[in-house]
Structure formats: C-alpha cells, structure tokens
C-alpha cells in the first residue's frame, strides 16, 4: 500500500475545523440532548425529531472526529487500524449520516404539515417515534453490513494502512466495498435530497394561501429546517464527489489530501447545526443565555 504525504496546507485547513467540530459539535448537540431528557415541556415532535438529529451530530462530532483528527495530526494513528476502534468508528459514521439523511425528508415534511394544515397536523409525536424507530433500525442494518463487508476485507488484508482507510471512509478503487458504499450513499443523498426539495417547492408555493399557518415563530423554524437541509447536503456532498474522484481513474496524493478537506468539510455540518438552533430557536437561544449569563438575565432585560 503507497504511503501518501500529506500538504502541509491539508493539515493546516482540517485541524481547526475537526477541532471545532469536537469542541463545539460535542457542546451543542449535547445541549440540545439534555433539553430534551430534562424539559418535558418541549415533549413536541419538532423538538424530538431535531433531538435524533442532534443525537447523529454528536456521534460525529465526539467519537468520530477524533478518529479523524488523531490520523490527519499523526500518521502513526494508523495503528488503529488493528483495534476494534476501527470498526466501530466505521460504524458510528454510517450510522449517524444515515440517520441525518433519513431524518432531513420527515423534518420537511413536518414543516409542510404544520405549515399547510396547522390546525390537524399529520404526524403525531406518537407517530414520530414509529417512523424514528425504523429509521434507527434501517440505518443500524445499513452500518452493520459495511462493518461485516469491511471485516471480510480485512481477513485477507495485511495491510493496517488499507484497514484504517475504510475506517474513515476512504476508498481508493471501485472494488466491491466501493461500489456499495458509493451506491448506498448516492441513493441516499439522493432520495433524501429529492424528496426535501420538493417538500419545501411545496412550502414556499403555498405561503401566499390565507391557510397558511402565519406564526412567525413556526415560519422561523421551517425557515432553519432548510436551512439545515442546504448545510448537510452541500457538505456531505462534498465529500461523496470527492469518493468519486478518487474510485474513477488512478488514485493519487492529491485525492488523499482532498479527502481530508471534504471530510472537515462534511463533519463541520454538526458542529455549525445547533449554532443555528441558538440563533434560530427562542428556546434554545434562551437555554444558551441562561448557561452564560445566568437566571437574572430575562429579569435584567425585563427590567
């Protein structure tokens, strides 16, 4: 297996961001977590369905990040490669992306019902938890099998640079394992992109309609909803066109070091959602003022 260098302008670009996304992403959705598991009073299913997303986030953001920071910052990182970890940073990453890309379409939706038909909703909170439930087991199955499909190559592997690279999502042919990573990722995103798109076209015709529900508060939200839908498929598609640059033609340095930028580009996302949720969100923005400024802070502005 060639070793490949990495530029010195590759590691001074991904460091920070996987920094902050470790930081930052770690923090945030972990609030957001905690809001959820102690505040029965947002027991609402905007609020459980933006939890799941936060809870994919912060796999990202606290276990596997640091997966890729450790390599990116030492190549000797790389004996990871002979340790479970490697597998179940592979895990972790398909799981979480699957769950964020299965996650996106209901979230539009959502917006579409409480938006469209504000006073009889669609999807109920019970309803949300059924529909997560699956999500969870379809995205624990899809993990599972590139996990065995990476274990399988690594019995004939002797090889810990070629183990750890499909560890951290780098392919370097279309061999088999590509072709399905690439296939499964490409439908994903794809659908999920699609069907959010349209769901949103829907939005945005219907909001001249007297019926439309006219809470500024709910147009914010479905407002930070696409946004969150722009933020995850810009940055997680970068990442996948880099896949494909790589698996076409020959692989080389340069695809080595372009992989490293999509990913700080990919997980990125994580650590920037639940900053919007502060800016976006009154509640979140007051669980952050009460966490740095303290419980006088609504009564010095009332004052």
Same mark, same amino acid.
Request: proline content about 4%.
């Given at each position: ?23 930052? &992403? ?8 905690? +809001?959820?598991?102690?505040?029965? !009073? ?13 809870? !994919?986030?912060?796999?990202? +953001?606290? #276990? ?57 909703? $669609? ?27 990476? $274990? ?15 560890? #951290? ?8 394992? !590509? ?55 810009? +940055?997680?598609? %970068? ?9 076409? &033609? %020959? ?14 580009? &990919? ?10 949720? !502060? ?7 007051? $669980? ?16």
């Amino acid at each position: 297996m060639q070793l490949y260098e990495q530029y010195l302008v590759t590691t001074a670009f991904v460091i920070p961001l996987y920094l902050v996304t470790i930081v930052l &992403g770690s923090l945030g959705n972990g609030m957001v977590i905690y +809001c959820y598991i102690t505040d029965k !009073a947002i027991y609402r299913t905007f609020n459980f369905l933006l939890t799941n997303l936060a809870i !994919a986030d912060f796999i990202i +953001c606290a #276990l596997f990040t640091p997966m890729l920071f450790s390599y990116r910052i030492n190549e000797k990182a790389g004996i990871i490669g002979y340790t479970p970890l490697c597998e179940i940073s592979l895990f972790l990453s398909m799981f979480s992306i699957s769950l964020m890309f299965f996650l996106l379409p209901l979230l539009a939706y959502h917006r579409k019902e409480v938006m469209l038909r504000p006073k009889h909703p $669609r999807i109920s909170l019970a309803q949300a938890r059924l529909v997560i439930r699956i999500f969870w087991f379809l995205c624990i199955l899809a993990a599972v099998m590139m996990v065995l499909m990476a $274990r399988r190559e690594f019995a004939s592997s002797e090889s810990i640079r070629q183990n750890m690279y499909r560890c #951290l999502l780098i392919n370097q042919s279309l061999d088999l394992y !590509a072709q399905v990573f690439l296939g499964y990722s490409m439908v994903l995103y794809g659908i999920s992109i699609v069907i959010t798109v349209v769901i949103y076209i829907q939005i945005y015709r219907s909001y001249s309609s007297p019926r439309v529900n006219k809470s500024p508060e709910e147009r914010q939200i479905t407002k930070l909803c696409f946004l969150l839908a722009i933020l995850y498929s810009v +940055c997680w598609m %970068t990442f996948v066109l880099v896949q494909f640059l790589g698996v076409f &033609g %020959t692989y080389t340095e340069l695809h080595f070091n372009l992989h490293g930028i999509s990913s700080a580009i &990919g997980v990125i996302a994580s650590a920037v959602a639940p900053l919007l949720y !502060a800016k976006m969100i009154p509640y979140y923005k007051g $669980r952050v003022n009460y966490l740095f400024k303290g419980p006088n802070v609504r009564q010095g502005k009332e004052q």
